[in-house]
């Protein structure tokens, strides 16, 4: 239950196409659901996150769809660079507690020039 | 936002030996996380570490081989003890703002043990 489950694994897109990766989980206590951008020899970077809701959130070409009743969320990304190039993994964690992050599996980004 | 530091960024060791990272954040945060990321895969939470209580750790992962200390509100190291080859591994911190659920990582450590 506290899985969340990332697809697809590995995505090739074209520049200045759409990259769409999307997440699905159990727990209905989630509450807040970022996704983190990962460059090779770096540490995650927080990209953009949304709460239960809304059920979207865009911020630039990062947009995040959420959808409760089916549990599932989703990132789009925009007029996809060669610079997105890079793992991607959504997350969930809860208020309450510690606030542990449950992390998706991952997707690799190719944007192919 | 929090600017967070790691030491060593990377470290080759032999089994058998421990490795203590270190994780420097540039503000006073309540909430600091250990997490493990084997090569090609997720990040794997090891322990959460709040300042002034034990650590509290995920299931599969104990205090004597992963020691923790949070001595105030800016610092934690991770003890990586009597490594083998399986511990290889980036090991990563970060740090949760108060008020909010947002988490920033640490650049991370990677761990080559032979």
């Known amino acids: 239950q506290q899985q969340v489950k990332q697809s697809p694994q590995s995505l090739i897109v074209q520049k200045g196409g759409i990259s769409i990766i999307n997440c699905a989980y159990e727990?209905?206590?989630?509450?807040?659901f970022p996704w983190y951008q990962q460059f090779p020899g770096k540490g995650p970077a927080l990209l953009i996150a949304?709460?239960?809701?809304?059920s979207e959130k865009k911020e630039g070409r990062f947009t995040i769809s959420f959808n409760k009743s089916a549990k599932q969320f989703s990132l789009h990304i925009m007029d996809s660079q060669p610079g997105d190039s890079a793992t991607y993994f959504c997350?969930?964690?809860?208020?309450?507690?510690?606030?542990?992050?449950?992390f998706g599996t991952g997707t690799r980004l190719l944007v192919s020039p | 936002s929090a600017v967070i530091s790691q030491k060593p960024s990377r470290d080759i060791c032999q089994r058998g030996t421990s490795l203590t990272i270190q994780c420097q954040v540039d503000?006073?945060?309540?909430?600091m996380f250990w997490y493990r990321q084997q090569p090609g895969q997720s990040l794997t939470l090891i322990a959460t570490?709040?300042?002034?209580?034990?650590?509290?750790?995920e299931s599969g992962f104990v205090i004597d081989k992963f020691p923790i200390s949070r001595p105030n509100l800016t610092f934690s190291t991770l003890t990586v003890s009597n490594m083998s080859p399986e511990d290889s591994s980036i090991y990563l911190c970060?740090?949760?703002?108060?008020?909010?659920?947002?988490?920033?990582f640490g650049p991370g450590t990677r761990l080559t043990v032979t």
């Open positions: 503000s006073q945060v309540t909430m």
């Open positions: 727990n209905t206590a989630f509450d807040y």
């Open positions: 949304i709460r239960p809701d809304v």
């Open positions: 997350a969930a964690s809860m208020s309450t507690g510690f606030q542990k992050l449950v």
């Open positions: 570490a709040n300042q002034g209580s034990e650590a509290t750790y």
């Open positions: 970060s740090v949760g703002i108060t008020g909010s659920h947002e988490q920033y």
